[in-house]
Every structure is written in structure tokens, then in C-alpha cells.
């Protein structure tokens, strides 16, 4: 158990639709990541959050938003789903981000099926 | 920029016989490296890491990997091999640059232990 939990571990719903995904980091941990892991691009890195402020971005799309509370935990907001955005989404989280030393703890995922 | 190749998408070994998973990564900078293994299932959880300290780094469950600078490389290794090792690994790379934090994963290779 890396101390990072998600929610939902599952989500069905359909195209056009809007879902938020949950992520609680481990106690201590400043920075949240989210990432998505699909079987064509694999694992990609999405976005960045160190202590309620975005810090780094990559393939995240438009349509997806995400947000870091004064609680630390995180939300992934994503919308006008569309079939391709059936994935797996992790979170991971570290203790600072700032160095390239951090480790990053996962955790256990949410899976998206879009219909 | 980073990068990532991970040379074999699947291997398979019988159980009891060495584990060697290939990974070869791309880098500006000296680089931090990571595996992780991924259980069926399950979310990513950390074999090991290099951080330009010892460059053969030892992990969890008898795992090791050794960083080789002039080879650009940062194999997996386990002696003796166990049913419980099946899983996908991901040798990744962390971004020195300014998203610092930012890992860069391989595309995985799933690992199969015939009895």
C-alpha cells in the first residue's frame, strides 16, 4: 500500500459526459501527479501540483482540467468524454517535486470506460 | 529530452532461471532512473531507483539494476525468478528540465514465469 488512495477504482459512463476523479496524496507529500495509461500511448504524464498550485503540464487535453485543494488532495476533472478517453488514471504523489531525486508513490488507479 | 526505450515488450522465463529486462534511455543530463512493476490490477509500485550515488542499485524483492553511463543503459536483473515476479515493468526517467518531476515512462514489458 503506497498511502496515496483514489476514487472511484471504476467509473462507466457515456460519451459527451463529465466525471471527476479523487486523489488523496500521501500524508506529508506536497506534489500530486496525474497520469494516464492507455493501451496505445501508454503511460503519459498529464499534469503537476505542488502545494495547491500547477507546476508542470504534458499531454493533458483541453477538455480535461485539473486542481489541487488546501487539503492537498486532488481532482481530475474531465468532460465532453469521448470514447478515447477510456484509460486507466493514476495519481501519484511526492514529497516536495522539486528535485529529480523525489520518488513518486502511486496509487491504485481509476479505471474510465467511456461508452 | 528524455526518453525511454525499453528493448523487449515481453519476456518469459521459467521459474528459477535470471530475469534480465532491457532498458536504454536518452538524457541531457545525468539522469535519475526508476523501475517500476505493475501487477495485474494493481497500481505502479517502486523496484528501485539510481540518483548518480552507487551506480548497481539494489531493490525490493531481489531485484537490482545497473546504471552504465557509457552504454546509456539501466538493465533490470533478478537472479532466480518466481511466479510472483509476472508483471509489467516500466523503466522511466525523470525530466531534469524545468518540469522538474516529470517522469518519462518506457512502454512497458510484461514479464511471464512458466513453472
Redesign the interface.
Known sequence: D?G?TQTPKHLITATGQRVTLRCSPRSGDL?V?W?QQSLDQ????LI?YYNGEE????NILERFSAQQFPDLHSELNLSSLELGDSALY?C?S?AS?????????????TRLTVL | AQSVTQLDSHVSVSEGTPVLLRCNYSSSYSPSLFWYVQHPNKGLQLLLKYTSAATLVKGINGFEAEFKKSETSFHLTKPSAHMSDAAEYFCVVVDRGSTLGRLYFGRGTQLTVWP
Open positions: 503506497s496515496v506534489s501527479y497520469y501508454g503511460l503519459q504524464f503537476q507546476r508542470a503540464k504534458g493514476f501519484a511526492s517535486g522539486q528535485t529529480r531525486q523525489d520518488t513518486q508513490y502511486f496509487g491504485p488507479g
